[in-house]
């Protein structure tokens, strides 16, 4: 067996737990947006599992890790879990998410160990990458510079002001993941401003475009390492196609899931048949 599939093979298994973690903490927390954290999972996996990001759960302002912005904040609540069980902090703070006194809350900020920035209004995630790339790249630093946001997010005027700086300024070092589930706050995106071709737009603001299966761990892992590895002065876009409510039947390419709450008796139903 190659080594290859050997990671792969954990980095499903990581992708299962993380989706059921998912899932038990918006039973105990119904202020989660759950289908928008759904469709990120495998992302996170494959950044923190995978070792595409540089991090140290003990030193969390060490300077040689790479900054990971995630700017679509409500559906981040899948990275809870890695977190704690990676060391940034401990297990049991999954059990009061949302709870008076914890530091885990339905919209993520600073406060929480592994966060870079607060992450409430959308659309502030790219520019705030920009900056931090540019820093590093002015100081000839090697660290890498990453920003996670959702398709919705794009209706921001302030994501293109983002994008067409970063190609100006030649931000190599800024990696943008676009978790593309189609679907935003109160229908699919397709109804609501169409920007399909996507990856022609930024191509045309001077960025490198990969697309990829957002749910297939082997090809997300592959993509962000080879992106990590390009030095060229491109800044890079990987679009990843994912389905929002992923591993839920109800919410999965429901136009609605962005605000819609699972019943706890439900959760236990999916839970049981995730697999």
Not at 138 to 160: M, P, Q, T
């Amino acid at each position: 067996m190659r080594e290859s599939d050997n990671l792969f093979g954990f980095l499903k298994e990581k992708a299962l737990w993380v989706r059921k973690e998912t899932l038990n903490i918006h039973k105990i927390a119904q202020d989660t947006r759950l289908a928008s954290s759904l469709s990120a999972v495998e992302i996170f996996v494959a950044l923190y599992y995978g070792k595409i990001l540089a991090f140290a759960p003990k030193d969390i302002r060490w300077e040689e890790r790479d900054r990971f912005i995630i700017s679509k904040g409500h559906g981040s609540i899948s990275l809870y879990p890695i977190l704690a069980d990676l060391g940034f902090y401990d297990m049991k703070e999954l059990e009061r998410v949302c709870k008076e006194g914890s530091f885990l809350g339905g919209i993520p900020d600073t406060m929480i160990p592994g966060y870079e920035t607060i992450n409430g209004s959308l659309g502030h995630g790219p520019g705030v990458g920009c900056g931090i790339a540019l820093a590093l790249k002015r100081r000839k630093r090697s660290e890498k510079v990453f920003v996670l946001l959702g398709d919705g997010e794009l209706y921001e005027g302030s994501v293109w002001e983002a994008v067409m700086f970063a190609g100006e300024h030649k931000l190599g070092n800024l990696i943008l993941i676009i978790d593309n589930n189609k679907v935003c706050m109160l229908d699919y995106c397709r109804n609501i401003l169409d920007l399909n071709p996507l990856d022609d737009k930024f191509k045309m603001f001077k960025w490198a475009v990969k697309t990829v299966d957002g749910h297939n761990i082997g090809q997300l892992h592959n993509s962000l390492k080879r992106i990590k590895e390009d030095n060229n002065d491109k800044p890079k876009l990987l679009i990843a196609n994912t389905v929002k409510g992923k591993g839920v039947p109800s919410l999965e390419n429901d136009p609605l899931s962005h605000i819609k709450n699972i019943k706890p008796e439900e959760i236990d139903k999916v839970i049981g048949g995730l697999k």
